[in-house]
């Protein structure tokens, strides 16, 4: 099921986001809900991190592989067509998101049983109810400012076990 619209994150938010999830080489990013594919590429091109987009849409999906085909990126970036809900995301050790807070509310419980302490939750303009981030940060853009949100599993998120 589509649970939100495909809308971009501008290329400056989704950068910030990277920047304040500390991602380096050796992360493992998944963007759930990965649109046009931008925050992986620049995931893997800018940051040197291994991606992984989870995309319901076909045609999305087949315009991300041409996109990560033409860059040549095909070792680091992981493309999957399929629903998010449904699949393993324990890998990750940052996940982006940019999607509505009733779906956030909604996979908070996979994301608190499948990340290890430690990895990050960058949420662009949608929180993630009951969890304190650990950061909140406005970005400026022409017409509005967005939000990002950090939250870090162990930190924002009840202790496990
Ligand atoms: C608001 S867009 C965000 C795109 C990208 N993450 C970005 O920030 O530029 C949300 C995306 O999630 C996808 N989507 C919605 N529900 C989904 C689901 N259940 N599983 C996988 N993708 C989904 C939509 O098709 C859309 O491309």
Redesign the pocket.
């Known amino acids: 099921?589509?649970?939100?619209?495909?809308?971009?994150?501008p290329e400056h938010v989704?950068r910030r986001m990277l920047q304040l999830a500390g991602v380096k080489p050796g992360d493992v990013v998944y963007?759930?809900?990965?649109?046009?594919?931008?925050?992986i590429i620049m995931a893997a091109k800018e940051f040197g991190a291994k991606a992984v987009?989870?995309?319901?849409?076909k045609d999305?999906y087949e315009q991300i592989m041409r996109r990560v085909k033409v860059d040549g990126l095909e070792d680091r970036v992981k493309v999957i067509n399929?629903?998010?809900?449904?699949?393993d995301v324990s890998e990750a050790s940052v996940v982006?998101?940019?999607?509505l807070t009733s779906?956030n509310e909604k996979l908070k419980p996979k994301l608190e049983k499948e990340l290890k302490e430690g990895a990050r939750v960058v949420s662009?303009d949608f929180e993630v109810p009951g969890w304190k981030p650990v950061l909140v940060e406005s970005v400026k853009d022409y017409w509005c400012d967005h939000k990002i949100y950090v939250y870090e599993i162990g930190v924002s998120t009840p202790k496990k076990g």
């Open positions: 099921m589509v649970d939100v619209p495909f809308v971009s994150t989704a963007d759930l809900g990965a649109g046009d594919g931008r925050i987009g989870i995309e319901i849409r999305l399929g629903d998010f809900f449904a699949i982006t998101l940019y999607l779906v662009h």
